[in-house]
């Protein structure tokens, strides 16, 4: 039940967040490209809460999920996209760019496909090193069509890096539906046929993606090589605050929308998770995310004079 | 007619579609998104999806798969999402595009135009706000096109796909949204020389693109002041027009080259290099480039307008060279 | 009998003029970086003797063999090579860059994986004008592990473009095993996995090339989609003239020499094809060679007035 | 001690490795074939394929491997066969190595080092000549690096592996097989500063890497003629230390750019600019470019040495200089 009540406050948390930045979006506080995870909570939760301090994270454009699922404050996830001093990338990122050394979360990156090769070279020291470490490298359907999900999956499953590939298939790339995206049919299937153990899992159902996590991640740290899940999930948001979903029916987002993955986790719960339990979750909830605007809102801008800090390394002797 | 510069641009592909049977459009999300920044909205429904082709996410592939296509006959427009990701096909736009018709020893052209978005404003961040068309302006074999307007933005297609060269085009991602009138029979433009903007006899502003308006921003605040600044736009990036900034800089005396790209070994140094080497002796000041502060782009928007060239730094510059330090 | 003697006069124009490159280059007459196709003829030989005129080839750095049996006149070859104005290619190309617009040779790549996009957008072409040509594109195993190889077969295989892929197998990426380049050990299901047929074939075999060209060839006209041919093959010399084979045993190359496609097919082709009919056709093959290095030597250079010619179209009005 | 360019590139590897256990080298063909141009060799044998790594042929997956590394603790020696394949790594360089420093607001630092080849002048013809170091010091982030002497290919890399943020290191092909004398306790050299290689009064010729022989030739040439000219060697080419060669100019009044890139938009352009804007005054004359011609750098001999500079080419742009027309 612990173990419940931690993946469905994850996935609150997450949520609520998202749905907040809409709103912050709309009222101009937040600005730049917004990418929200909502729908999509289980990847985010579920994988990560099978990772150790110590194992490292890269993610995509979309990435506040995974961020906060992965313990980075939310207090500077919020101030990042305010774009304030406090953010966890001191405002220079931005939504795109979550960064945060201290819980190895290696970032937000905006070229689809773009972390896989840097998730491989993380992987790659952990080798050198000797340590049983994962690197969890998400990104979604559509970066598997970009000739670097090929060349890392190669070389990951040649030199058995111990990456654990979360591809977030939630059927759009952008507009650009599964099919018109990919020739074959099964990306997991596609995977493994570069000599990985890849599977398929039901992205909407937290505890399944959990449970996958765990396996992977043992066998990776076992030394089994590299993992790949596919992981079935939805956005039931637009791709970004730009875009008008010309290209999916409503009926669709819908159906999507009964699987919702923080509702099947309470009715896994029931009934000893009661509505009252829920009620204190979201407001518990609702009081960090409100703390966490507010202290973005009060926090101070980087001065301007600082705006070439951090190009080169400020180098102390 | 009351236009946008991404109506025009649209109406620019339509207008060719309808020309020429061999003209298609190819990139992510051109169809059923209507593309990234809505140019070529509703044209799948006009023309199809033979001719609007969305592409799965892999521009090395599509981007060569244009050059293919050009070089057994037809007239591809391919859609690159913005210069960021480009990159990412360089190598085929270099070595395949740019070199096929030499290597060939001249049997293999490439008629093949490539739009892509470029520049920085909009809280994107470091990833999304490149201004790289000066490393395309760098590539012989290349014609790099950047309209400003919206006769360029309408007109620059068409003469694009009639070069029997690859032709790049540069569409500033401030500038969709930038609308005025544009003549009911606006069409195609000379695609080969700069042009004034604005007349002036104090000092020449030579820039392109999105920093056109700020440029002429600063130099509507410089006349206030009594300066009267020519402002030129470059137009095509590639081969450079260097005869109309030449001839300004000859009568005005004073050179300010504005360009959104990092500073050092960007297309402003080019310019810079040209008025040293062809009219070193009608300056009676050093030139002076405004140009991105060297850094990725921030996302903060107090930090990204630091940034940037604005018509105050545009202006200052300007100021300096016409009257001293 | 036509049909073998026809297969045989081509892998030995191909082998001798190869061996006279060497010499060529030994003495100083062909310059730059030279790689033979020696060993590796019947795949040019079967492939392209599947092909209509119409059709298109693409080839790589390693292109002789591509080129001449393809149809491109010797002569222009050899004086490509040498530098000379009237090569294929003018001089500008020389050995890597092959060129002949009447042959439809769309040329000699030589950035590896660079020819791919290229021949699906030639294939791209036919499909919008509705021809049923095949557009043939070579390239190595090693090219196989860039990302352009998975781009592009995606590509294909959602488009349905007409490419005949031919992957020449033959073990090595310069110094690459290729064991230490993929992770799988079969390309040809790889391949599959993105929904297009392919199947290996005995690269040494030029009657089993042949065949499976002309099966790949007749579903890729009728409208099949893109075939892929893994053709396990091996050069018997050097990756190019710098390459000390520091990588590979000697024993293995003798090994490989013993299924010398040439033997091999002259073996099928006895008791009918005598030792005086094999020597005709080895002085008929070098009688073309000589000339064609006789012609090469006495032919002019391109003017160097003339060296910024073709950087763009010269537009005649 | 007797020794070659090679040589000495290899004896800094070998010298790194034992000096840093963080330290290892990757790319293609590095292992067991022992270089493309031979570098590496022996490495292998005496370091083991962990850390004398050979890597698929994915330039992209590999340099950004290197990447991780570098993030995660390592110091990466990645090595790309020449500057032609890199452009398939260069999003990685741009969008990771360089970026992710300031994106992450100082948190994530990229200590790595990547090497390649560079330059024409071997009949590889278009697809394997380029010069593109230029673009790369475009970048902000990046230190590179262009080592022209058996010291500098000596004495470079540890610096550079020292330095907290990627630093790229460029080899012309044409100097692997340069020998020379070099000091047994030859070691790092400071990778700030450019070097004056031949002082001289009469005209500054500033270049790099593969042209410094060309143009100390050239000076050789001059000086039998009665001008005396000073070379300097850039050795960094970003960030640029602009001090030595503005100094030199403000002294020689007269001053030529050589460069191997094609002209429009390379490197020399930024010299030229700068000389430009901050020694104007002290020219007697303008700034002139030697460069390579704007094409596909062709096969054919008499061709491709007539596309790149020369010494006759440099030495004529410097008497023209210093004499006038
Ligand atoms: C190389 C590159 N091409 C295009 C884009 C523009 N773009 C941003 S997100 C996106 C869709 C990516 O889809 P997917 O990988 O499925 O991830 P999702 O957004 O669905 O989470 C595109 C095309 C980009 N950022 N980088
Ligand atoms: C992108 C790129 N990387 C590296 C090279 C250097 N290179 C030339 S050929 C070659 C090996 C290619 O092997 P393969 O594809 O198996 O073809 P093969 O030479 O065996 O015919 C390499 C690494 C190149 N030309 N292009
Ligand atoms: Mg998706
Ligand atoms: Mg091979």
């Keep these: 039940m612990k173990e419940h009540l931690d993946l469905l406050r994850e996935m609150v948390r997450i949520r609520r967040f998202e749905e907040r930045c809409a709103e ?14 909502v729908g999509e909570e289980a990847v985010a939760a579920g994988v990560l809460s099978e990772l150790d301090p110590q194992d490292a994270v890269v993610s995509t454009y979309r990435d506040h999920g995974h961020a906060l699922a992965r313990g980075v404050p939310m207090d500077a996830v919020m101030a990042e996209m305010f774009g304030k001093a406090t953010g966890c990338s001191r405002g220079r990122g931005g939504s795109m760019h979550l960064f945060d050394a201290t819980h190895r979360f290696f970032g937000g990156n905006a070229i689809v496909g773009g972390g896989l090769p840097v998730a491989a070279g993380l992987a790659l020291a952990h080798v050198l090193r000797g340590e049983p470490r994962v690197v969890a490298c998400f990104f979604g359907e559509g970066a598997a069509a970009e000739g670097e999900f090929h060349e890392v999956l190669n070389l990951a499953a040649l030199w058995r890096l111990p990456v654990l590939f979360c591809c977030e298939n939630n059927l759009y790339a952008m507009g650009t539906a599964f099919a018109k995206e990919h020739a074959a049919g099964d990306l997991a299937l596609r995977a493994s046929s570069y000599g990985l153990a890849a599977w398929s899992v039901d992205g909407m159902d937290v505890l399944a993606v959990k449970e996958s996590a765990r396996r992977a991640t043992e066998s990776i740290r076992a030394g089994g090589g590299p993992c790949l899940l596919e992981l079935r999930t939805y956005r039931f948001r637009a791709h970004s605050m730009y875009d008008p979903e010309r ?10 929308r009964h699987l919702d993955p923080i509702d099947r986790l309470v009715e896994v719960m029931r009934p000893e998770f009661t509505d009252d339990d829920r009620a204190a979750l979201e407001s518990e909830v609702s009081v960090e995310i409100d703390q966490a605007v507010a202290t973005a809102d009060a926090a101070d801008l980087e001065p301007v004079a600082d705006l070439t800090r951090f190009v080169t390394s400020e180098v102390t002797t | 007619m009351k236009t946008t510069y991404r109506e025009a641009l649209r109406e620019a592909i339509r207008d060719a579609m309808n020309r020429d049977d061999r003209v298609f459009l190819m990139g992510e999300d051109v169809g059923s998104y209507g593309g990234c920044y809505a140019v070529s909205l509703g044209l799948l429904e006009e023309f199809g999806q033979e001719r609007i082709r969305d592409t ?5 592939a599509f981007v060569g798969a244009g050059i293919g296509a050009a070089l057994n006959g037809m007239r591809p427009i391919v859609e690159i999402m913005t210069v960021n990701f480009s990159l990412l096909a360089l190598d085929q736009i270099l070595n395949n595009a740019a070199t096929l018709l030499h290597m060939s020893g001249g049997q293999f052209p490439v008629p093949l135009v490539i739009r892509m978005t470029t520049g920085a404003g909009r809280q994107l961040a470091a990833q999304h706000s490149h201004s790289l068309e000066g490393w395309y302006a760098h590539i012989p074999g ?63 502003l030579i820039t392109y693109g999105g920093s056109l308006a700020k440029t002429l921003a600063a130099a509507d605040d410089l006349a206030a002041e009594g300066i009267d600044a020519e402002v030129i736009d470059l137009r095509t990036l590639r081969p450079l027009d260097a005869d109309t900034f030449l001839d300004s800089v000859r009568r005005t005396h004073h050179a300010v080259v504005v360009d959104e790209g990092w500073r050092s070994g960007s297309l402003s140094a080019e310019i810079a290099a040209r008025i040293a080497e062809e009219a070193l002796y009608d300056l009676d000041a050093p030139v ?3 140009c991105s502060a060297e850094v990725p782009i921030p996302y903060a928007k107090h930090l990204e307008e630091a940034a940037l060239p604005q018509p105050g730094s545009i202006a200052a510059a300007a100021r300096e060279v016409v009257r001293g330090g």
Tied chains: 1, 3.
């Design chain 1, 247 to 256: 290209y999916r029916d409503k009926a669709e987002v819908t159906q999507w």
């Design chain 2, 56 to 60: 799965p996410l892999s521009e090395s």
């Design chain 1, 24 to 37: 912050l979006y709309s009222s101009g506080q937040i600005r730049g490209f917004l990418h929200l995870y």
């Design chain 2, 288 to 290: 002076r480039r405004v």
């Design chain 2, 142 to 204: 290349l014609r790099v096109l950047a309209p400003a307007t919206l006769e360029d933005a309408r007109g620059m297609l068409w003469p694009a796909l009639c070069d029997p060269d690859p032709v790049l085009i540069f569409e500033h991602n401030a500038l969709y949204n930038l609308s005025g009138e544009l003549a009911d029979d606006a069409g195609p433009v000379d695609i080969t020389r700069a042009a004034v903007r604005r007349p002036g006899k104090d000092v020449t």
